[in-house]
């Protein structure tokens, strides 16, 4: 039986066009339609017109939506997330008031590892609820397909058991899913002073058992000072590319030690932070044509620099901007806050802010065919926010503008 929805009386509908990575003046180039309106059909646009137009089939849809005038955009997408973890860090405040850096509290055996034995401690169905209300939060304020990685396991037990936990959320939730490998996200505590040893035992056991499972479509490595160096970084990329996974890297967060150079090198979709970045990474992620996974609300949270995205349009590398949602450097969901940042911070036009949270992130997730835009043939995803334009989104801050959220042609909130 056929469902269709019809959103009519839209203000403005907003949205980049075409499933590729959008790139320096492209960054900005959306398609504006005024007094318009979307008909979607068994969950995927069929029509979309302007003009006080309705599309042909619009008196024959079983569920009509006045938009008032106000704004629609497609649903947004959160490239970077760590949403699946065990406990919570809010003990680490004080510590961080008092002067204690990131790598300092990994260091001292907290961070990374306090939630790694955490993460060990919990049944899966634990992690599962506790996954389903971020997923419902999120898509609260507009988010309607995210990227989660695993990497609180630094087991091979414990890493299956996340990557589970994503399979089933993403089955059973209205959200859709993508599972990031992340074995090396942190030396465990068990492995300590044998980095070389743990990326041996993730490359020869952990990537071959996601890949025969089918657990995870890409795999990430966290290349940082006190964490993982370039080699071992590149040894376990390479590996995982062998093995057919799309390839990400956490990339100079907090010290410029070579990970955005192989991003561009090894032909990474993403790299992610980037906020140490230097001039020679700049260059290798536009010559490999690496999307930036911009996390400004990590920026914010450990009172960091912010990447240089204006700097990166210049250079034509795709810009993207994502929560960084995690228990430790950014306990925050709110891509609506990170729109606030890339503007206010990056300097980015709300034009290229649409681009960074839609087309870009979905395309380095492996779903720009799908969601990101508002195109026939598309996935009906979209938002209608109480605000009049993207302007709007860009300016205010701290209260959720999300008015409708529609996910494959279903009425989310």
């Known amino acids: 039986m056929m469902k269709s929805l019809l959103i009519k009386n839209i203000g403005i509908l907003q949205t980049p066009v075409g499933s590729f990575s959008h790139k320096g003046v492209q960054q900005a180039e959306n398609l504006k339609l005024r007094d318009a309106a979307v008909l979607i059909e068994n969950g995927v646009i069929k029509e979309i017109t302007d003009q006080g137009k309705l599309p042909l089939d619009a ?19 959160d490239g970077h997330t760590h949403m699946v973890f065990g406990g919570y860090r809010q003990h680490e405040i004080p510590m961080k008031i008092k002067g204690a850096t ?60 996340m990557l589970n936990v994503i399979a089933r959320c993403s089955r059973d939730h209205a959200m859709d899913m993508v599972a990031t490998f992340l074995g090396p996200h942190a030396i465990p505590e068990e492995y300590e002073g044998r980095a070389d040893e743990f990326i041996d035992m993730v490359c020869s056991e952990m990537l071959p058992y996601v ?35 799309g390839l990400k890297i956490h990339a100079d967060e907090i010290e410029a030690i070579g990970g955005s150079r192989l991003a561009g090198e090894i032909g990474a979709v993403s790299a992610e932070h980037l906020i140490s970045i230097n001039e020679e990474g700049l260059r290798s992620m536009a010559a490999g044509g690496v999307t930036a996974m911009c996390l400004p609300a990590t920026s914010f949270y450990l009172g960091a620099n912010y990447a240089p995205a204006r700097k990166m349009i210049a250079m034509n590398i795709p810009v993207a901007a994502a929560s960084d949602f995690n228990p430790g450097s950014c306990p925050s969901m709110n891509l609506q806050f990170v729109m606030n940042l890339a503007c206010i911070k990056y300097r980015m036009l709300p034009e290229e802010v649409l681009t960074a949270v839609t087309i870009n992130p979905a395309c380095a997730i492996g779903r720009g065919g799908l969601v990101g835009t508002l195109e026939r043939g598309k996935q009906g995803d979209l938002v209608i926010w109480d605000a009049p334009d993207m302007e709007t989104l860009c300016y205010r801050f701290g209260s959720n503008l999300a008015a409708k959220v529609i996910k494959k042609g279903n009425v989310i909130k």
């Open 59 to 77: 008196a024959e849809a079983q569920t009509v939506i006045d938009a008032n005038g106000r704004l629609v955009t497609p649903g947004l997408v």
């Open 102 to 161: 990131y790598l300092d509290i990994l260091r001292a055996g907290g961070g990374i590892l306090d939630t790694v034995r955490k993460t060990r401690e919990a049944s899966e169905n634990d992690l599962v609820q506790k996954t389903e209300k971020f997923l419902d939060e999120m898509m609260d304020h507009g988010v309607t397909t995210c990227e989660a990685k695993s990497g609180y396991g630094l087991d091979l037990k414990n890493e299956v058991k």
């Open 211 to 245: 890949k025969e499972h089918g657990l995870a479509e890409f795999a990430d490595v966290f290349t940082e000072d006190s964490v993982f160096n370039y080699d071992q970084s590149r040894r376990y990329l390479e590996r995982a590319k062998e093995l057919g996974f």
